[in-house]
């Protein structure tokens, strides 16, 4: 019999795929999607987690222990995250892209976000806090839905709850705070009037969002956990949601496929904040 120690590369590699099958079998979660490096790391912390050094030792944690999944999921998704993240990039959204839809959907006064890949809610909830503060009391007027995806049940049971720690308010301004939270020693839950405006949903990427077309989508720091050649398919996907005039941000480490440059114009390159193109 062969020892784990003497299994050659290719029996590793092997077992790695029979892994990955194994984690979409179970979840339907596709891992192949994800770069390769990211995801031997991501693998690596959770064997540490459970004390072994092998994938096969691991896929049989998985296999008698279907607890673990979850704790891998979490894993995967690096749910890090906090509210205004990038005060640049809410800025501009709020004087180029919200203040604009705002005027164009003044008879309507219907608006549509996507938040894909929301963690703990602070991104779709950023949104919700700027729409509140240009429309003041006339938001009771408009149909305003922020639809917040993820593929993690757990950290959407914890969004939904809308309590969160001093550690998700290092880019909020102090008036925010005020108007919008109720604090209690080291612990801040939104406001009903806020977690109102935003649904929760688990979701994978891939598939078909909960509405059909959408103002605004937000997929920020999600792309950079995707192999290449996936990353085009996903904002392709993205923008067959997207209404023609829609805006599409990314995350500033991310940038925008080749193929696609010809369907959006930039609002702001460096801050990956775009339009699509009129069809």
């Known amino acids: 019999m062969v020892?784990?120690?003497?299994?050659?590369?290719?029996?590793?590699?092997?077992?790695?795929?029979?892994?990955?099958?194994?984690?979409?079998?179970?979840?339907?979660?596709?891992?192949?999607q994800y770069k390769e490096s990211f995801l031997r790391r991501r693998l690596t912390v959770r064997m540490r987690a459970r004390d072994v050094d092998t994938y096969q030792a691991y896929l049989g944690v998985l296999r008698s222990d279907p607890a673990e999944f979850d704790a891998l999921l979490?894993?995967?998704?690096?749910?890090?995250?906090?509210?205004?993240?990038?005060?640049?990039?809410?800025?501009?959204?709020?004087?180029?892209?919200?203040?604009?839809?705002?005027?164009?959907?003044?008879?309507?006064?219907?608006l549509t976000v996507w938040s894909a890949g929301c963690?703990?809610?602070?991104?779709?909830c950023s949104v919700a806090m700027i729409l509140t503060d240009l429309l003041g009391t006339a938001i009771s007027k408009w149909d305003v839905q922020i639809q917040a995806t993820d593929i993690d049940a757990n950290v959407l049971a914890r969004a939904r709850r809308?309590?969160?720690?001093?550690?998700?308010?290092?880019?909020?301004?102090?008036g925010f705070v005020e108007r919008y939270?109720?604090?209690?020693?080291?612990?801040?839950?939104?406001?009903?009037?806020i977690?109102?405006?935003?649904?929760?949903?688990?979701?994978?990427?891939t598939t078909p969002p909960p509405l059909p077309r959408y103002d605004l989508i937000l997929c920020r720091n999600v792309l950079i956990y995707f192999a290449r050649e996936y990353q085009e398919s996903i904002v392709r996907h993205l923008l067959d949601y997207l209404e023609p005039g829609g805006y599409l941000t990314l995350g500033m480490?991310?940038?925008?496929p080749l193929a696609l440059s010809s369907r959006l114009e930039a609002v702001d390159g460096r801050l990956r904040i775009y339009r699509k193109m009129k069809e």
Do not use: W
């Not at 963690?119 to 779709?124: F, K, T, V």
């Not at 939270?181 to 009037?193: I, M």
């Open 195 to 205: 977690r109102r405006l935003v649904t929760f949903r688990q979701h994978d990427l």
């Open 181 to 193: 939270f109720t604090h209690d020693g080291d612990t801040y839950t939104l406001q009903p009037a």
């Open 253 to 256: 480490a991310e940038m925008l």
């Open 119 to 124: 963690a703990g809610g602070e991104e779709p």
């Open 3 to 32: 020892s784990e120690s003497e299994k050659s590369p290719a029996d590793e590699e092997r077992v790695f795929d029979a892994l990955l099958a194994h984690i979409r079998r179970e979840r339907r979660l596709d891992c192949s």
């Open 74 to 110: 979490v894993a995967l998704t690096i749910n890090l995250s906090y509210f205004f993240r990038d005060t640049a990039v809410f800025e501009a959204l709020r004087y180029a892209v919200l203040e604009t839809l705002v005027a164009k959907r003044a008879q309507s006064r219907r």
């Open 162 to 174: 809308g309590v969160y720690k001093p550690l998700s308010f290092q880019d909020l301004q102090a």
